[in-house]
Every structure is written in structure tokens, then in C-alpha cells.
């Protein structure tokens, strides 16, 4: 037990109930541990105990099983219905030890034999108020969590949206993740693992359109060393590093047809081989999917399996476009501002004009924009005429074209760029002003933004993850 956990623990009493018909055992284990920086009560009989579970909140309970009026078997069920954090440890006689393992079965944490050591006591006692710790701090650092990961909004779409994450989240159902680029899908994703049981657990994302078509399977499966060349060590693969936690498929209507098979597979039996293996593992994790097409279309071209269609679609949730939800643009760009510039600010008409705006790339390109007025406004209350003088100037369909170098917009950027000493540094902001002009173009369609810059489309989102562009 660590120094910071122990006053951690020891600044709050930490709450007993014994449950034992003996007298004498009971107010021995009452004065140790009133010693120990505990609150206790005791009951002798089990009715004493179910009215004390009214009024007292246990952390713990020490639970014997032979009790005058019935058995304290009977109790654990409705210590798990009005108390479910609390631990219940049985304490029994050598005879009954049967019993105490009936009752680990139904909910104990532990059991101790009478007659119980006073080492004995404190550690099992010390190591259940170590676990309300962990506890508390887990939930502290799930809330955090959720605060970083939270869906910003409060237009109907996304309440609905978020309504339906609070009810699926912590079932085992699978969940299929809609919605156009740059909406948030990962997002969601990241909520529904976050509000799980699972949450303690990792989290992976892979974008099934970002890894070339022949690494694919070494990629989710794993591979044994020399399964192929280049396969110099032996690799764990995505279903297995994901342990108990979640796997996100994104873009899953760009995995070619034979890893869909695979899949498949994999979704219905739970388990997986290796490339280049002989044994087969058990696959433990959450496996939610996403994507920016339409699958029943995909189906019915015969692009996509019927039957992955139907088993990756339990539940869908769809992520509404920015243009559907605009009363939450203002919302949204501030905090996203903040990200940028934590003292930057946006006029009310700045707000207006955002919430004019068709949005195609959607939230990312609205982040995308504001990064850069951000960077190249001169005060820090950034104006709407900033806004559209930048936004003329990424060559936005249904906008005129991209203003020439001597352009006011393209006459501050390059400016910003020449003042950099650094020629990494240039080379990198030039390449990322240029990408990200392209992908709105292109409303942010990384398929044909590769095509359209001549660059393979894995490559592109490699050179797009490494410059902050995903």
C-alpha cells in the first residue's frame, strides 16, 4: 500500500458491518477495529442486519453463516441490491467451508476461518479498504476521462445520440457507427468504451483504410515470427492487444472481402489464429464498427457481406453532419478554440457566420479552421471576416477559387511561413496548409485526396496522422 493511498484511505472512516451471533467475537472484532481507523456496527441476527442495511452504508461486511434466524447466505444478495460496492467476506467454521465457498459463488470477496487470527483479520480487512481506494480513484480517472472525451452539443440529434450511447454502452451488443468525415465517430466510439465495464481496459482504433490490403490480416490477427517476409518477431496482432477492453473498426466499408470473411469469423466464434500459427486464441474484446458509407448499398453492389452487415449491426448510431445540429457550432468552437488559442475568443458575428456555413468536412474542418485564425489572427477576438477570408482561401466548393499569392489571406499565410527560422519547421506548416486545402476540397475524402494529390491512399493518412491532420 503506497503513503499517498494509505492517508487516502485513512482520511474518511472506513464502514463494517459484523454480522456474527457470537457476543464475544463480535465486539473483539468491533474493538480492533475501531482501532484501525473504522466505523462498525454489529448485528447478531439476520433481521438485525437487513435493518441496519437501511440506515448504515457498508464498505465492508463481515458475514457469518450460521445466524440464529436463518443463514447469512440469504444476506449477500441483498447486500449486492442496496450496497453493490460493498465487499463481503464470510467468516465460518472449519465445518461450514462448503458454505463459505457457495457464498463466493453468490458475491464474497473472500472467507476467514474461526478462529481468526488478529494478522489475519487486519490484512483481509486492510486489503478490502486498499480496493475502495482503487475504486474511487478508478472512477476519478473514468470521469476524467469522459470530461476529455465528452460530446459537446445540446441540439435534439445529439441528445438522442448521446441518449442511446447511456443505453447500449455497457451491453455486449454490437454497435455500428454512422456518419459522414470528420463528425466525431471515433468519438462516440470512445464514449461507449468510457461507459462500459470495459472501461479500465484498452481502447484501440484502427482505420481499416489506412493499412495496405496485404498487412491487413498480420495486423488484426498477428503473426508468427517469419510467417512472412519482414515478419523478423512475432506480433500479438489488434484482437489480442485489445485484451478485454474495445476495438474500433473504422472505415470498415473499405475492408477488402476476404479479411470480411475473416471478420466474420472471428465476430461469431470469438476466436483467431495467428498468421502463421497452428493454435487458435480466444478474442475477449468489444469490436464496434464505423464508417462514412452506406453498407446497405455496399450489400446490394455486392461490395460489402450480407451477413458482416447484420452481425456488426446490432445497434446503429448515427452521428448527425455539423450543418444538422448548427446550434451547437457556437458551443463547439469555443472549446475548440481553446485547444488552439486558450485566450482566443470569437465575435458574435464570427459565431453567426460559422453557423451559416454547410461544413462538408464537419467538425474537423470547423477545427481545422479555427486552428488557423488561431495562428494568423492579429488580436485575440477573432472576427468573422477572418474567418471567411480564410475560409475563401482553402478553396471550399461553392467559394471562389483560391485567392492568388498577393491575396490578403494567402499574403499573411505565406508571410507566417517565411518568418519560421526553421526550414522542418516550414517544410511541415507548408505540406499541412496544403493537405488540409486539399481535403476540404475534397470534403475531407481521403480516398480521393490521395488520388487527387498522387500519393497512395496509406500514405496519405500516415503523412496525415504524423502532421496532426487526423
Known sequence: MTGNRQRGAEETPFLVLIVEDEADIRSTFESILEGEHCRTRGAATLSEAEDLLEVFPPDLVLLDLGLPDGSGLD?????????????????????RVQSAVQAMQSGATDFLEKPVGLDRLLTTVGLARERKVLRQENLVLKQQALGRFEILGHSPSILEMKEMIQKVASSQLPVLITGENGTGKELVARNLHLLSPRSSAPFLAVNCAAIPENLLEAEFFGHEAGAFTGATQARKGLFREAGQGTLLLDEIGEMPKTLQSSLLRVLQERRARAVGGSAEYPVHC????????????????????????????????????????????????????????????????????????????????????????????????????????????????????????????????????????????????????????????????????ARRVGIRRTNLHERLKSLGLR
Open 286 to 449: 468489444r469490436i464496434l464498427a464505423a464508417t462514412n458509407r452506406n453498407l446497405e448499398e455496399e450489400v446490394a453492389s455486392d461490395a460489402f457481406r450480407e451477413d458482416l452487415y447484420y452481425r456488426i449491426r446490432g445497434v446503429e448510431i448515427h452521428v448527425p453532419a455539423l450543418r444538422e445540429r448548427r446550434q451547437d457550432i457556437p458551443l463547439l468552437a469555443k472549446e475548440l478554440l481553446k485547444k488552439s488559442s486558450p485566450r482566443g475568443k470569437l465575435s458574435k458575428e464570427a459565431q453567426d457566420w460559422l453557423k451559416e456555413q454547410s461544413w462538408p468536412g464537419n467538425v474537423r474542418q470547423l477545427a481545422s479552421l479555427l486552428e488557423a485564425a488561431a495562428l494568423l489572427a492579429a488580436e485575440e477576438t477573432i472576427r468573422a471576416e477572418d474567418l471567411e477570408r480564410l475560409h475563401r482561401g482553402s478553396g471550399n466548393r461553392g467559394a471562389e477559387a483560391a485567392p492568388s499569392r498577393n491575396s490578403n489571406s494567402a499574403e499573411d499565410l505565406w508571410g507566417h511561413f517565411l518568418a519560421m527560422d526553421d526550414l522542418r519547421k516550414f517544410r511541415e506548416s507548408v505540406e499541412r496548409e496544403f493537405l488540409r486545402r486539399k481535403l476540404e476540397e475534397e470534403n475531407w475524402n481521403v480516398s480521393a485526396t
Open 75 to 95: 444476506l449477500i444478495p441483498k447486500i449486492r441490491e442496496q450496497h453493490p460496492d460493498a465487499e463481503v467476506i464470510v467468516v465460518t467454521a472449519e465445518t
